[in-house]
C-alpha cells in the first residue's frame, strides 16, 4: 500500500473539511478502500477516518415515521436490526447475506453504497479499461460470465456490486448527502451512476460531501418485502443473481410493486416488465414465474453469461413467491 | 475546463487517482515521512492528523499493553506478525477473502488485513497466542485436537478464534449456528465437518456436560 496520512475528525464538520485536501478521501470500515489500495487501483494521499463520528451511528425516526440509518453502522448491525423486520426485511437479508461475519463487523452502509465494481478487469492495475479511463472495456470480448445482463451497451459492462443496494431501491430508500454548505436527499437509484451517464463515475458523490444517513420511508400498511441472493457456493459468496421486491399486498392482491436485480447490471436493475405483469393481480406460482419470464426476455447476455439469465428467471420466481407468501417449490399453479 | 472536469480532476476517487498500468509509482505521495502527530485547523477546533510516517500508539494484545509505532498504511495482521512476533495468525490472501487473519477486536471477530493498526489503538485485541490460561488450552483449542479438526493447520488459527468469538456469544450453538459462525473462514484442506464437531463438543464441555 501506498504511504498516505491519517486524519481522525470527531464530527461531520470536521471531516468535511479534512477533505478538502487535495487526494484525500473518507475511509469507513476500509474494507474495499483498502482492497482497491493493495491492488494500486488507488493512491490516496490522505485518509480521512470517519469511524469514531458518532453522529454517523445513529438510529431515529424521521418526522413521517420513516427510519434515519447512521452511515456508518456495520452491515452486521443492520443484518440484526429490529426495527427492520417486517416490510422492510429485505433490507436486513440483505446485509445479513453480504460477505462474511468478519467482513460485515467491519463494513458499513456507507461504504457498502460508494464500492466500486467486482470487474476483474476494474481491478487489475494492468489493465487500462473504460471504467478506470483507458479505451476499452476488457470484459465485452473476455471472461464476462458474471457481467452486465442489461443496460450493457455503453461501453462498460460492469455489475453494481452492493447488495445493500438492491434492497434499499426496491424499498424507496433515499439518502442524506451533506456538505459543508447544504444537506440533499437523493434517491438510492439516483445516487448510483450508469456508464451512458459517466463512464468512469460510480457514484454522484463529490468531494466534500458525506453520505450522512439512510433513510427508509415509513412502511405502508400490508407492505411486505423480501431478498435472496443466489450463490455459487453457501457459505458466503458474491451472487450469480440477486433480486428484492416489495409492494402492497391485499386479499393476495399485490399493488405497487418493485422489483429490482442485482448483479445484473452496472446499477441496480428495475424490471418494469415484469412489474407490469404483478400489478394488480393475485400473487400465484404461475403469476411469478410469467413475471420472471417478462423481465428477462429484456436481457441482452454478452458472449459468456446467457445461462445466468436462466438462474435469474428461477431465483426472481422464487423471491416473487416468497415475497407473495406462495411456495415457489410446490406442484402446479 | 468544464464543471465536471475540475471536480474530478480534485476529487479522491476518480481519474487522477487511478493508476494506469504502472504509473503506480507517480501517485501524489510528496508528504513527508517523519513520524508526527500534528493538528489541522477546522472551524474552532483541531483535527488529529497522522503523518505517513506514523505515531507511537498503544495496541492491547491478549490483556498486554504494547507501546510502537506504526505507520497509518500498516495492516492489524501485519503489525501482529511482523512488529510483535504474534505470528499464530496467518495472512492468506489478505484481501478479506478466507479469514485465517481473523482475530478479536472488542468482541467481534475481523479480518486483521482489511484493518489498520492503528484504529486497533484503545481496542481489546484477541489472538489464537491469547487462548491459553495458564498452561491450559482453550476449550475450543482442545476439541480441535480431539476431534482431528486440522490438518496443515494453515485456517487453523482463523478457524478457531471464529468458533471461540461464537461460544462467547452463544454457548448453547446448534449445528446451523456453527456453520454460520465459520463461512468467513476457508479451509483448503477440507476439515469442515470436524470443525463442526469440534465446536459442539466444545461447547458441551464448556457447560460441563
Ligand atoms: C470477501 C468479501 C465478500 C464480499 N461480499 C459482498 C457481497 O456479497 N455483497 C456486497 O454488497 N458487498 C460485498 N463485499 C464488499 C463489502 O461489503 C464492501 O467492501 C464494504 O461494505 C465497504 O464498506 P466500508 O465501510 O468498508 O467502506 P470503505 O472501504 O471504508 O469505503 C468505500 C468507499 O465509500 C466511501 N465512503 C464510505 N463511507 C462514506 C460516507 N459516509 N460518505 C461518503 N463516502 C463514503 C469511501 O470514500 C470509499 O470510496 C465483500 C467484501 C469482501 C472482502
Ligand atoms: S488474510 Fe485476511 S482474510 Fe485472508
Ligand atoms: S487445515 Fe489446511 S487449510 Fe484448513
Redesign the pocket.
Known amino acids: 500500500m501506498n504511504k498516505f496520512e491519517y486524519a481522525m475528525p470527531q464530527d461531520i464538520p470536521q471531516a468535511l473539511s479534512s477533505v478538502q485536501h487535495s487526494g484525500a478521501?473518507?475511509?469507513?470500515?476500509?474494507?474495499?478502500?483498502?482492497?482497491l489500495m493493495k491492488e494500486g487501483i488507488i493512491a490516496p494521499s490522505r485518509l480521512v477516518h470517519?469511524n469514531n463520528i458518532e453522529a454517523?451511528k445513529v438510529i431515529s425516526r424521521t418526522k413521517d415515521g420513516g427510519l434515519a440509518l447512521g452511515?456508518?453502522l456495520?452491515?452486521a448491525e443492520i443484518a440484526e436490526l429490529r426495527e427492520l423486520s417486517g416490510a422492510h426485511q429485505a433490507l436486513p437479508q440483505?446485509a445479513g447475506?453480504?460477505?462474511?461475519p468478519q467482513?460485515?463487523n467491519?463494513?458499513?452502509?456507507?461504504?457498502?453504497?460508494?464500492?466500486?465494481t467486482r470487474c476483474w478487469y476494474f481491478r487489475d492495475q494492468n489493465f487500462s479499461c473504460s471504467h478506470k479511463g483507458g479505451s476499452q472495456c476488457f470484459a465485452l470480448q473476455g471472461e464476462n460470465y458474471y457481467h452486465a445482463l442489461f443496460d450493457n451497451k455503453s461501453g462498460c459492462v460492469r455489475v453494481n456490486?452492493?447488495?445493500?443496494?438492491i434492497a434499499l431501491v426496491a424499498l424507496g430508500a433515499k439518502l442524506r448527502i451533506t456538505s459543508a454548505e447544504s444537506s440533499r436527499d437523493v434517491s438510492v437509484a439516483e445516487f448510483l451512476v450508469a456508464p451512458s451517464q459517466d463512464i468512469e463515475k460510480t457514484h454522484i458523490?463529490e468531494r466534500g460531501?458525506?453520505?450522512?444517513a439512510i433513510i427508509l420511508p415509513a412502511s405502508k400498511p400490508h407492505q411486505r418485502s423480501f431478498y435472496y441472493?443466489q450463490k455459487e457456493k453457501q457459505s458466503?459468496?458474491?451472487?450469480v443473481a440477486e433480486v428484492a421486491v416489495s409492494w402492497v399486498q391485499k386479499g393476495g392482491v399485490c399493488e405497487n410493486p418493485t422489483v429490482i436485480l442485482g448483479a445484473a447490471a452496472p446499477t441496480p436493475w428495475r424490471s418494469k416488465k415484469a412489474e407490469a405483469v404483478l400489478a394488480g393481480q393475485k400473487i400465484t406460482k404461475k403469476l411469478a414465474e410469467k413475471a420472471a419470464q417478462a423481465a428477462m426476455s429484456e436481457a441482452t447476455p454478452l458472449s459468456q453469461n446467457a445461462n445466468r439469465a436462466k438462474v435469474f428467471e428461477a431465483v426472481i420466481a422464487r423471491v416473487i413467491s416468497w415475497a407473495g407468501g406462495v411456495d415457489p417449490l410446490q406442484e402446479g399453479k | 475546463m468544464t464543471k465536471k472536469n475540475q471536480l474530478t480532476k480534485e476529487s479522491?476517487?476518480s481519474r487522477r487517482s487511478f493508476l494506469k498500468g504502472v504509473g503506480l509509482t507517480s501517485a501524489g505521495l510528496a508528504v513527508t515521512s517523519g513520524g508526527e502527530i500534528f493538528a489541522e485547523a477546522s472551524g474552532d477546533a483541531s483535527v488529529k492528523i497522522i503523518s505517513p510516517g506514523g505515531a507511537t500508539i498503544t495496541l492491547e494484545v491478549n490483556g498486554k499493553k504494547h507501546q510502537l509505532k506504526v505507520e497509518p498504511r500498516e495492516t492489524l495482521v501485519e503489525v501482529l506478525r511482523d512488529r510483535l512476533h504474534l505470528t499464530g495468525t496467518k495472512i492468506g490472501c489478505d484481501?478479506?477473502?478466507c479469514g485465517a487473519c481473523t482475530v478479536i477486536v472488542d468482541g467481534k471477530n475481523v479480518?486483521s488485513c482489511?484493518m489498520l493498526a492503528i484504529d486497533a489503538e484503545g481496542k481489546s485485541i484477541e489472538t489464537i497466542e491469547g487462548l491459553e490460561k495458564e498452561g491450559e488450552l482453550h476449550p475450543v483449542q482442545k476439541s480441535f485436537i480431539e476431534y482431528d479438526a486440522l490438518q496443515c493447520g494453515f485456517c487453523t488459527p482463523g478457524m478457531i478464534m471464529s468458533s471461540k468469538n461464537l461460544l462467547d456469544h452463544n454457548p448453547s450453538p446448534n449445528l446451523a449456528d456453527v456453520k454460520h459462525a465459520v463461512r468467513?473462514n476457508l479451509c483448503r484442506c477440507g476439515t469442515y465437518p470436524k470443525v463442526f464437531q469440534a465446536v459442539l463438543a466444545a461447547s458441551k464441555q464448556n457447560k460441563g456436560e
Open positions: 478521501v473518507f475511509k469507513a470500515g476500509g474494507v474495499d478502500l483498502l482492497d470517519i454517523l452511515a456508518n456495520t452491515i440483505a447475506s453480504t460477505a462474511t467482513i460485515r467491519l463494513a458499513t452502509l456507507g461504504g457498502n453504497l460508494c464500492q466500486e456490486a452492493s447488495s445493500i443496494s458523490l460531501e458525506i453520505i450522512e441472493k458466503f459468496d458474491w451472487p | 479522491g476517487l484481501r478479506g477473502a479480518t482489511l468467513g
